[in-house]
């Protein structure tokens, strides 16, 4: 089993910044890689959305609506990844979740998971 662990969120004016984490583990097996590690969010009453992804050797992808604003950046040993988030607007309010993709234990499985979600409360 592996478990995505998110920390940073919270409540900040416009303007501000914030920083948020995601520690990747695994209870039981071990983790052998981790491919891409990404941050989407979700909104009241919209679709999770795409917020910026990076793979394990550093290639990065933003949302248009972040560009410049937000930057994702993953500590491979520790098998966290992180977004800072700058210049936050109220539209970036949402609850943030950490998404990783690899593979796990002595026969090398495949796996996808997700965290449980951070609250991100940007206010005007």
């Known amino acids: 089993q592996v478990q995505l662990v998110e920390s940073g969120g919270g409540l900040v004016q416009a303007g501000g910044s914030l920083r948020l984490s995601c520690a990747a583990s695994g209870s039981i097996f071990t983790i052998n890689s981790i491919n891409a590690m990404g941050w989407y969010r979700q909104a009241p009453g919209k679709q999770r959305e795409l917020v910026a992804t990076?793979?394990?050797?550093?290639?990065?992808n933003y949302a248009d609506s972040v560009k410049g604003r937000f930057t994702i950046s993953r500590d491979n040993a520790k098998n966290t990844v992180y977004l800072q988030m700058n210049s936050l607007k109220p539209e970036d309010t949402a609850v943030y979740y950490c998404?990783?993709?690899?593979?796990?234990?002595?026969?090398?499985?495949?796996?996808?998971?997700w965290g449980q979600g951070t609250l991100v409360t940007v206010s005007s």
């Open positions: 998404n990783a993709d690899g593979l796990v234990g002595g026969d090398y499985r495949y796996f996808e998971v």
């Open positions: 990076i793979t394990s050797g550093g290639s990065t």
